[in-house]
């Protein structure tokens, strides 16, 4: 494990180089900017992906990207502070950051992911680059999930889906805590209509608070232990991936 991140908007060009030689594996967080209730702020997503993606460079020695800040958040575009692309833009930044990694030596690139609506656009994007360039490209979004939220947190989801909740402010609490306002938590299960998922009827017409979930059970020791198996189960996941390379 290094003492600190190899991330490349401090480094030199040089520093770049020889890190990219020592391990040519880079890692780019994928977040968005979108309301979080009113107990978290809106850069929720890129600060996890950005915190898993940093510990991650820390015990591997990959190369750390800047996060991308911004994802498909339409379901929240009328609140403010909401910033929302397109879908299809946040594949082609995918694609073009991939291909400029690529030109200099790096073999893997890993996308983190702290948006689930990026989830689309990640597995498209990575589709799209086998044709195109001799460099993989590995997608994760918290893997074993599911397994890992009902062994540490005590709420059940709001229709599978975790947005402002126990499992997100938790994971704030371990990560940024000093943007968590716990005074402000709140437990909203919004009533879902027949219509919803069938329709344009969107997550941002349900909720009076942007929680869906309940973010009252939220504790910095959850978040430290969730996190911990997540860069866990992550860390194998990028070794894996990088010896495949080897063995090709």
Same mark, same amino acid.
């Given at each position: 494990?290094?003492? &600190?991140?190899?991330? #490349?908007?401090?480094?030199?060009?040089?520093?770049?180089?020889?890190?990219?030689?020592?391990?040519?594996?880079? @890692?780019?967080?994928?977040?968005?900017?979108?309301?979080?209730?009113?107990?978290?702020?809106?850069?929720?997503?890129?600060?996890?992906?950005?915190? *898993?993606?940093?510990?991650?460079?820390?015990?591997?020695?990959?190369?750390?990207?800047?996060?991308?800040?911004?994802?498909?958040?339409?379901?929240?575009?009328? *609140?403010?502070?909401?910033?929302?692309?397109?879908?299809?833009?946040?594949?082609? *930044? +995918?694609?073009?950051?991939?291909?400029?990694?690529?030109?200099?030596?790096?073999?893997?690139? *890993?996308?983190?992911?702290?948006?689930?609506?990026?989830?689309?656009?990640?597995?498209?994007?990575?589709?799209?680059?086998?044709?195109? +360039?001799?460099?993989?490209? #590995?997608?994760?979004?918290?893997?074993?999930?599911?397994? @890992?939220?009902?062994?540490?947190?005590? #709420?059940? &989801?709001?229709?599978?889906?975790?947005?402002?909740?126990?499992?997100?402010?938790?994971?704030?609490?371990?990560?940024?805590?000093?943007?968590?306002?716990?005074?402000?938590?709140?437990?909203?299960?919004?009533?879902?209509?027949?219509?919803?998922?069938?329709? &344009? @009827?969107?997550?941002?017409?349900?909720?009076?608070?942007?929680?869906?979930?309940?973010?009252?059970?939220?504790?910095?020791?959850?978040?430290?232990?969730?996190?911990?198996?997540?860069?866990?189960?992550?860390?194998?996941? +990028?070794?894996?991936?990088?010896?495949?390379?080897?063995?090709?």
């Amino acid at each position: 494990m290094m003492n &600190t991140a190899r991330e #490349s908007i401090k480094m030199n060009r040089d520093e770049v180089a020889a890190a990219v030689k020592d391990y040519p594996v880079a @890692i780019l967080p994928m977040g968005a900017l979108e309301q979080h209730g009113h107990h978290l702020p809106l850069g929720v997503d890129i600060y996890l992906a950005e915190g *898993i993606s940093r510990r991650l460079s820390e015990r591997t020695g990959a190369l750390l990207l800047p996060a991308v800040p911004f994802g498909y958040s339409w379901v929240w575009r009328d *609140i403010p502070g909401t910033v929302s692309m397109q879908q299809h833009h946040v594949e082609s *930044i +995918i694609k073009d950051v991939a291909h400029s990694v690529s030109r200099y030596g790096v073999k893997l690139l *890993i996308l983190v992911n702290g948006h689930d609506s990026n989830n689309t656009s990640m597995k498209y994007a990575a589709r799209e680059l086998a044709d195109e +360039i001799d460099m993989p490209v #590995s997608y994760l979004f918290y893997p074993k999930m599911e397994q @890992i939220r009902q062994a540490h947190c005590e #709420s059940s &989801t709001w229709d599978g889906m975790i947005h402002a909740c126990e499992f997100e402010t938790s994971l704030m609490l371990a990560i940024k805590p000093e943007l968590v306002d716990m005074d402000k938590a709140v437990k909203e299960y919004p009533e879902q209509p027949n219509l919803y998922g069938k329709s &344009t @009827i969107s997550l941002g017409d349900l909720s009076d608070s942007g929680v869906y979930g309940d973010a009252t059970l939220a504790t910095k020791e959850k978040g430290e232990q969730m996190l911990e198996e997540f860069l866990d189960e992550m860390e194998n996941l +990028i070794h894996e991936a990088y010896s495949s390379l080897a063995n090709k």
